[in-house]
């Protein structure tokens, strides 16, 4: 009798490295989220290292430049094998675009590339484009006035705490760091009121990287168990689309988008504790003389969780990719800027169908939520009991509404998306049109994307 062949080997699908295979074998983890935490892992231990011993009173610039662009280059390969080709051909040619395009229009080019890219251009424009009286403030004190090297320009695109997960951050900000002129730079626009703060010790951010890794742990554990118990393919299934009543539904809908935060908690906060670790995101000191470390963090997990608004929800998640919508968007369309920056966003992130469902469905919800605020608030601040019922049924709607918002999201494919709202009966796009139709919508001053001169801003520094 012939031996019975051996049984399959567990199959895995990346274009990277596969030295870590068995890793990913024994823990049952696709081979591309093993090499991307590992990755991670390792970006921690080298911005240890990055900020004692290649610190700017020991290394120059170019070195410490290079050092980030090199290792950065690296992980590339590593995660995404001949795929990182694509990545660097982009960032070659766009930095052909950047050196020889006119000032004018070099932020037209560059709009199909990634934030980083965008952000940059928007900001070389800024600076040597327009005029200063015709800049925000913030445009202002972010404008680029000089192109950057191309040692710069590798750097602040591949450098090794940002290149596989981010945040985006900006250009000024990130040479800064280079030169070790951040903390400064930080303290001077934050805290400028303070005249000693020249002689104040360099922040430590070691607190700040233990908590974010406390906060990544916990967020690992619970998308090992929670995440997992509570599939999104749970929505697709019969007896929820078929046989569930209206009001399981919606509970299990916001128990399954609830478990489906996890992994973005994870990632985003590693991410987020690489960059502090390597002495990347002071961002002054607060009121109680205490350090902040939340200039490259990306989201706000306790705002998101107590939230009582579909605004505070979208301002506390992914905030630095709601930073570059701002930036390169929303601050400068002539006209409809919220529709303009949610198409822009689902344009940004891919092509999958539910990316669109969930752009597209957080304009009618956004608009809505605004008529509803502005009309019916106010009635309802007049004692704390009346604000504390507000504040209580605006949080259970605003969280029923993200959860219906954002599951095609995570679904991606249009015929489960379509599916799951048929189940709901489109309830809150129902919702939201008649919302728009019947409340008045008070127009939104866009103070931030007035203009302000060099000198206003220069006085506001003074006063």
């Given at each position: ?8 080997r567990?199959?895995?699908r ?10 990913s ?13 590992a990755?991670q892992l390792?970006?921690?231990?080298a911005?240890l290292?990055?900020?004692?011993y290649?610190?700017?009173?020991k ?10 662009t ?10 995404f ?8 051909v ?9 050196v ?10 560059l709009m ?14 800024d600076?040597l ?16 006035k ?7 320009y ?6 090794f ?8 951050n900006h250009?000024k ?9 951040h ?5 001077l ?10 002689s104040?010790?360099e ?6 990287v233990?908590h974010?890794?406390?906060v ?6 619970l998308f090992l ?10 929505l ?16 299990y ?19 987020d504790?690489v ?14 003389g ?6 490259l963090?990306?989201?706000?997990i ?5 939230a ?7 301002e506390?998640w992914?905030?630095?990719?709601a930073?570059w919508?701002?930036?390169?968007c ?13 198409i ?5 992130h ?12 957080g ?14 608030r ?16 605006t949080w259970?709607?605003?969280q029923?509404?993200?959860?219906y ?5 995570v679904?991606l494919?249009a ?5 799951l ?26 103070l ?16």
């Amino acid at each position: 009798m012939a031996p019975e062949p051996p049984p399959p080997r567990a199959s895995y699908r990346t274009t990277g490295s596969t030295c870590l295979h068995p890793l990913s074998e024994l823990l049952g983890i696709p081979l591309d989220q093993v090499n991307f935490v590992a990755c991670q892992l390792f970006a921690l231990l080298a911005a240890l290292w990055f900020r004692l011993y290649l610190h700017p009173a020991k290394s120059s610039s170019a070195v410490r430049h290079a050092f980030a662009t090199i290792l950065g280059t690296y992980f590339v390969i590593f995660c995404f094998g001949w795929y990182s080709v694509h990545l660097f051909v982009l960032v070659l040619v766009c930095y052909g675009i950047m050196v020889t395009a006119s000032v004018s229009s070099i932020h037209r080019p560059l709009m199909i590339i990634t934030q980083k890219i965008t952000t940059l251009a928007f900001q070389v424009h800024d600076g040597l484009g327009r005029r200063a009286e015709d800049l925000s403030a913030e445009q202002h004190r972010l404008a680029v006035k000089v192109k950057p090297s191309f040692l710069e320009y590798l750097s602040y695109l591949l450098n090794f705490m940002s290149v596989i997960a981010g945040p985006c951050n900006h250009f000024k900000d990130y040479v800064a760091f280079i030169e070790g002129r951040h903390t400064h730079m930080k303290l001077l626009e934050v805290n400028g009121k303070h005249k000693d703060f020249h002689s104040l010790p360099e922040p430590s951010p070691t607190g700040a990287v233990m908590h974010k890794l406390c906060v990544t742990l916990v967020s690992l554990l619970l998308f090992l168990t929670l995440t997992k118990t509570f599939p999104v393919t749970c929505l697709a299934e019969d007896w929820f689309v078929q046989k569930a009543d209206f009001l399981t539904r919606l509970c299990y809908l916001y128990v399954v988008m609830q478990a489906s935060k996890p992994k973005y908690y994870f990632a985003w906060t590693l991410a987020d504790a690489v960059n502090n670790a390597a002495g990347f995101g002071f961002s002054g000191m607060d009121k109680d003389g205490r350090c902040c470390w939340d200039l490259l963090s990306n989201l706000n997990i306790w705002k998101i969780e107590t939230a009582t608004s579909f605004k505070m929800y979208l301002e506390n998640w992914n905030i630095q990719t709601a930073a570059w919508l701002k930036c390169v968007c929303y601050e400068r369309v002539p006209w409809c800027p919220t529709v303009l920056t949610f198409i822009l966003s689902a344009l940004w992130h891919g092509v999958y169908p539910g990316y669109y469902f969930t752009f597209l469905t957080g304009v009618l919800v956004t608009l809505a939520a605004r008529a509803v605020r502005n009309n019916c608030r106010h009635h309802f601040l007049s004692s704390k009991a009346l604000k504390c019922v507000y504040d209580l049924v605006t949080w259970a709607v605003t969280q029923l509404a993200v959860s219906y918002t954002v599951a095609p999201f995570v679904m991606l494919a249009a015929e489960p998306a379509l599916s799951l709202y048929t189940s709901m009966y489109f309830y809150l796009h129902i919702i939201s049109l008649l919302v728009i139709l019947f409340l008045p919508i008070k127009p939104q001053a866009h103070l931030q994307r007035q203009p302000q001169t060099a000198n206003s801003v220069n006085k506001k520094k003074t006063d």
